[in-house]
């Protein structure tokens, strides 16, 4: 990852074009967590994997029978 701010810049830029049932969007709050925590930002990391555990977490057991 060369350029984390341009990054962060799509990823905020997709996140915000997804719905909340979009498939992708635990995996977006995952890889926002992990480019937080390379540039050393760890607790916005936190921030992200928490959504990204919840969002998981909510959405598993919808689809759960």
Request: glycine share 6%.
């Amino acid at each position: 990852m060369g350029k984390p701010d341009l990054a962060e810049k799509y990823f905020i830029r997709l996140l915000e074009q997804l719905s909340l049932q979009d498939p992708l969007l635990g995996d977006l709050y995952h890889d926002l967590g992990r480019l937080a925590s390379h540039v050393g930002n760890l607790d916005k990391s936190m921030e992200w994997h928490k959504k990204a555990s919840a969002w998981k977490k909510q959405n598993q057991s919808s689809t759960t029978v």
